[in-house]
């Protein structure tokens, strides 16, 4: 497996506080991506980084901001949890846009 | 947006037997890749198919573009129980991937 690790691993939290990921990477990869995976949605991305200090939107961004100092963290950030963001979150690299995803090992959030 | 549909969202396949998934999009796309994930872990690339009515193969798995390039499927025959999880396909969008809702295979041996 690729070196990609994600913490927590597991985390159970109340609505409204601030919930931060995180993503390290030891494969010097360009593209970082944060997913969520919800029973019959498949992979949703939220936001993506292409570089350092360099990010975009994905299809469900709203509630979430990341942000990227380093190459190799990408730090996901839920401002005010919401029932809604329990999920499953995956963190993915790449070294090539669009190409071969490496995943990590996924966060487990529970907001109640 | 790029648009990728996956059906069946659930298959549940006597061991021995074969089946197939399927992968629409809406547009034409450059490439496309499957992953597979296993319950509990996480998606773990298995291929990519980039030109068009291109095939391949990894063991019982045959892996297929479409010629208009907007479509793909993935065959396996003689499911066995390590064939469990749930498998998507995606395809490139600029810099990142759209990916299917995925098909579960439950396998009943």
């Known amino acids: 497996d690729a070196g990609i690790t994600q913490s927590p691993r597991h985390k159970v939290t109340e609505t409204g506080t601030p919930v931060t990921l995180r993503c390290h990477q030891t494969?010097?990869?360009?593209?970082m991506y944060w997913y969520r995976q919800d029973p019959g949605h498949g992979l949703r991305l939220i936001h993506y980084?292409?570089?350092?200090?360099?990010?975009d939107k994905g299809e469900v961004s709203d509630g979430y901001s990341v942000s990227r100092s380093k190459t190799e963290d990408f730090l996901l950030t839920l401002e005010s949890a919401t029932s809604s963001q329990t999920s499953v979150y995956f963190c993915?690299?790449?070294?090539?846009?669009?190409?071969?995803?490496?995943f990590g090992p996924g966060t487990r959030l529970t907001v109640l | 947006g790029q648009q990728v549909m996956q059906i069946p969202q659930y298959q549940h396949v006597q061991e021995g037997e074969d089946f197939t998934t399927y992968c629409n999009s809406s547009?034409?796309?450059?490439?496309i890749q499957w992953y597979k994930q296993r319950p509990g872990g996480h998606p773990v690339f298995l291929i990519q198919l980039v030109k068009s009515g291109e095939v391949k193969k990894q063991k019982r798995l045959t892996f297929q573009f479409g010629e208009a390039k907007k479509n793909s499927s993935l065959h396996i025959t003689a499911t066995q129980t390590t064939d469990v999880g749930t498998y998507f396909c995606?395809?490139?969008?600029?810099?990142?991937?759209?990916f299917g809702a995925g098909t579960t295979v439950t396998v009943r041996a």
């Open positions: 995606a395809g490139r969008d600029d810099y990142k991937l759209s």
């Open positions: 494969e010097n990869h360009r593209y």
């Open positions: 993915a690299i790449s070294d090539l846009g669009g190409d071969t995803q490496y």
């Open positions: 547009t034409t796309l450059s490439n």
């Open positions: 980084s292409y570089g350092v200090k360099d990010t």
